[in-house]
């Protein structure tokens, strides 16, 4: 029951530092060993509920629940989620330390396989086979791509497989950004998780966190004899001397070198969190190989920089008195055709046997996001295409399903890439993904399933062919090796064609079929910005918004030199439509009205298919974007996107209704029609300033 006269923030700031003290108290008994190792489990797993629940019900809160009001409420609220996120780490950390041993991968790959074959036709010749295969192989090692890579597979082991890892410094290192862990030569570190680019994850006797180089560390404690230390100390001086040497090398790396590193960074930041994901794979309820989603990621923390909306607006020149990929034809009046180094046009065909989550975890989204990539940078906007599946067959994911009238966006797997990056590694990354809840704390998270890769040009840099292509899907992230993910596979090389025929054809699949596109298609892909991945059914609205774009900053401009804002609120909304689907939709839908209305002739003259645009947009997905009415845009929630469809179907309705009524004109008096609610005018919605968002 809540004190009279205390607000909620302060009554969980008690519960809060209750939780703190009962957490230093099982620490206390952990170091001591008091009490038997499943009696402090569970009085763990109590304390994680408690500290996850709290922490969502903190960050809930807002200034408007407290009864009276609070100086400084939000400083107040952002120090408490720190102390608790604290906490929160320090009971994950004593959770990976009392985790009763899981099974093994023997028994993990055989119970999935068990329930695969539920599905097949010759369940009991299968079911012998794999227990066949498992008496004979039972002591055997993990093995993902052979023998002779069993060492790599086991420095990818986190210690909960592979147990405590201590490791002590040989050199100082010093931290050199956010995430990096400072230690001096003799510190003691224990090693939490390993990762293949040589930054691992450590521990101080402190309890700090963070990635230090692996050649600075050597592996058990420092106690040792005096003997030993002298020639260690020699071996160290000779290593230092190439480290040094390997180390200014790094430094001296050109552009492409740092491109690369701003893209490992919020990778790496991401290894210094103990997040729900890593307790998860602990606990055993996410199959091997599944990692927090590196994609996903990039789009949270990146801003911008990695959604559609930032990659369709035009890109300024190197001296910024220009700009670099936007042009008018001058008999015609056309925006320019340019060719770009590669433009592909291509559909997900499927996925097949990717595993499932485990018992606790309530699936919200299946999904594949998308980009273009060289193996190690990001080089396009990443694009998300949601996957539908039968109940019946979790395994098998399909794109682009029939349905009735426009297919949605977000459902459609037939994608177009532009890409101008010069590079022999060129392809298109494909990253797998589930948004899931928690069910017993109503947390979300995003899951990576595994990644794939279609590099595409062959080794002469031709390139590839269109037909369909089968391509594995990898375990871990994009930036590990030797990490698989396997869906019902037993331990040991399998022996006979038909046993490896039967293996290979239960690995996880992604088909991805390259298509060739029609002259018409072609032509306006040619149009549209030199870098950019989406949807080909939405090419002809991104054809009229690139026109209008060259119009605005190329004619109607006083001089070239001006950068005044400009009033377009065509321009200045335009590109939320690509981060929230359903709204382009609604203007697909509403422009396909408009075009069946059009005449033979209307339809080629393009001045006035831009002069019906504008009407189109305003009168329609314009309203909707500042409508009271329609919630806010959340990814893989299902309430919130059932409301806005509702919403956005009434709203199209009864604007259609009112052009109708109007003697179809545009039907803009919406906005001063009191039976339609509208948001204040704000002079951003209005205005468009292109040097704030240009790339």
Known sequence: MALKGKGPLLLLQREVEDLRKQVDALTLDVLKKDGSNEDLFRRCQELQKSAEKNLNALKKLTKDDEPTPVANYEQRKLLEERRLSNILEQINTLFLQLSPPGPSATTDTNSVGDKEDDDDDDDEEEEEEEKEEEENDNDNSEDYDGNDHESKVELLKSPSQSGSHIYTAIYDFKAQQEGDLSVKKGDVLRIIKMSADDWWLAQDSEGNRGVVPKNHLKFGSAVCSEDDENDDDYDEEDESEEDDEQY?????????????????????????????????????????????????????????SYRGSHYIQPELSQSKLSFNDLFLEPDTGMVRAREVYMCVCFSLWSCRMIPTPGVGLQVLSRHIRLCASDGARVLSNIHTVRATYNPKSPKTWSFSPQTTGILPTLLNGHCFLRCNAASPELGILFELGVTFIRNSTGER??????????????????????????????????????????????????????????????????????????????????????????????????????????????????????????????????????????????????????????????????????????????????FLLHSPALPAHHWADLHSEEQRARVIYETLDSLKHNQHASSHSAGLEVYVDPAHQHLAFDVSELTFDFLSVAQ
């Open 248 to 304: 200014n090398e790094e430094l001296s790396e050109d552009g492409e070198k740092e491109s690369k590193a701003s893209n490992w960074a919020t990778v790496r930041k991401a290894l210094t969190e103990i997040d729900a994901t890593d307790v998860l794979s602990a606990m055993g309820a996410i199959p091997p190989g599944f990692r927090a989603s590196t994609l996903n990621k990039l789009l949270v923390e990146g801003g911008v």
């Open 445 to 622: 998270g995003e899951l990576s399933c595994g990644w794939a890769f279609l590099k595409l040009s062959d080794g002469s840099g031709n390139p590839l062919p269109n037909r369909t292509y089968e391509l594995q899907v990898n375990g871990g992230t994009p930036y590990e090796k030797y990490v698989t993910v396997e869906a019902s596979m037993a331990k040991g090389s399998p022996t006979g064609v038909f046993k490896q025929i039967f293996q290979a054809s239960r690995q996880p699949k992604l088909i991805v079929k390259l298509k060739s596109a029609n002259s018409q298609i072609r032509t306006q892909l040619s149009l549209l910005p030199d870098t950019l991945l989406h949807c080909v059914g939405c090419v002809h609205l991104l054809v009229l918004h690139r026109q209008l774009l060259a119009d605005t900053l190329l004619v109607e401009r006083p001089t070239m030199q001006t950068a005044d804002l400009l009033s377009n609120p065509v321009l200045s909304t335009f590109p939320l439509l690509l981060d929230q689907p359903d709204l382009l939709d609604a203007l697909r839908s509403a422009w396909l009205d408009a075009e069946i209305k059009m005449s033979r002739s209307q339809k080629k003259d393009f001045y006035f298919l831009k002069k019906e645009f504008i009407e189109v947009y305003m009168s329609s997905v314009y």
